[in-house]
């Protein structure tokens, strides 16, 4: 299992946003925590990897030590700046980037053994097609990892927290909260806990520039099981994590009851991690 290092994960968390390589070096550390679920999970690596969804591409590069052959897809090519130097700095052969489509993956049927979808299905214009395009490209047996976060989570998904924590978002609702923090950003960053490294609305406004939300799915646990039944995909493991509210305010009993419950489990998950077969 690769070394999990809180501390340096941590370290480089909060200094994410200066550059695009500065975001890549994050993922490639983080990615290990990817890795350690998919071993929770009873997965072996090997064989070919896609990283449907490689942001700046410091994931895609990680599995490349574990697989045979590893490739990040965007639609932005962000990776061209980060993971490409990434890559050659770690001498690492075995791994290509693509700019592509999530809703049209440009590769043949069966064509990958695994296929990683971190924090991304939130994010295209149709989660089902998006399902769909990365149960094509896998073999029979083959699998994806997804993860991601439900919209009404306490945590929020994709905003910033406050240093004075109020769910602004469930009281307001999303758009209204959006609005607060793109403010906030410009004009009060000090109520935000991240620094202007490590927080895009600090930083975008320090830029004169303006936060685009980019939230286009809002997921629910409900929501999430449809999806995956209807793109013909098997759960073979699957792990809600708690916010830190929620494990520290109710007894264990409780918070299981509550997180089979519809409404109050979307609240209490911060992020939830399946994989997934294709039969």
Known sequence: MRTIDDARIASTALTRFRSEYDYAWWEYLRSAKLIAALERAGVTLSGRALDAGCG??????????????????????????????????????????????????????????????????????????????????????????????PW???????????????????VLGRRAAFRIFCWLGKNAPWTLQEPKEANTFIALAAQGKDKRD????????????????????????????????????????????????????DLMVGQIQCVLVKP
């Open 152 to 170: 009404l989570s306490l945590a929020g998904a994709h905003l910033p927290r406050l240093r004075l924590p109020l769910p602004i978002h469930i």
């Open 56 to 149: 700046s591409g410091g994931t895609a590069l990680s599995l490349a030590e574990e697989t045979r052959f590893a490739v990040g897809l965007d639609l932005d090519a962000r990776f061209s700046g980060s993971g490409t130097h990434l890559l050659a700095e770690r001498e690492i052969r075995n791994a290509a980037f693509v700019q592509g489509n999530g809703l049209a993956l440009p590769f043949r049927d069966g064509s990958f053994d695994l296929v990683l979808s971190h924090s991304v299905i939130e994010h295209v214009a149709s989660a089902e097609t998006y399902l769909i395009e990365c149960r094509r490209v896998l073999r029979p047996g083959g699998l994806l990892y997804l993860s991601t976060a």
């Open 214 to 265: 980019d939230l286009l799915q809002k997921v629910t646990l409900g929501r999430l099981q449809a999806w995956i039944e209807a793109a013909g995909f098997r759960r073979l493991h699957e792990e809600r994590q708690v916010t830190g509210f929620f494990r520290r305010a109710l007894p264990e009993r409780l918070r299981r009851l509550l997180l089979r419950t519809p409404g109050a489990r």
